[in-house]
């Protein structure tokens, strides 16, 4: 069966990208470890910042790859060099991706008490007025 679309007005012209962009959303709208906040810092500076407690900086990686930021995270595994009465925190893997907006850049990362920010600028947008002239 094939899928509506709303992107199929003959009136939005090069919006088909945005089709993919919610794509890869719902992709990930189900994860939910680790959790994370996002909040507005100062201006058009936005904090995404992942609870990430267990985890070193040399355990993490962040990425950008097209406009998705992904973040991994994967813990050295040295149960067999300790002996548990009790494991309850579990030495678990995770991939977080953020489908960031065209123009957005990266500008920091730094952990602090088991959490991970990473600052996100957004663009000002430009008003643009052109004329085009007809031959």
Not at 56 to 70: A, C, H, N, P, R
Not at 73 to 93: M, N, T, V, Y
């Amino acid at each position: 069966m094939a899928r509506l679309s709303i992107f199929n007005s003959p009136f939005l012209l090069g919006f088909d990208q945005l089709e993919q962009v919610f794509d890869k959303v719902s992709k990930n709208a189900g994860e939910g470890y680790p959790p994370y906040n996002i909040e507005q810092i100062e201006g058009a500076t936005l904090r995404i910042s992942l609870a990430v407690a267990g985890f070193f900086k040399k355990d993490l990686s962040i990425t950008v790859e097209g406009s998705q930021l992904i973040v991994h995270g994967k813990q050295q595994d040295d149960s067999e060099q300790k002996a548990f009465l009790h494991r309850g925190i579990a030495a678990r893997q995770f991939v977080r991706k953020f489908v960031l907006a065209e123009g957005m850049l990266v500008s920091d990362a730094h952990m602090e008490n088991g959490l991970l920010h990473i600052d996100v600028e957004r663009p000002e947008p430009q008003d643009i007025t052109r004329t085009i002239n007809i031959r």
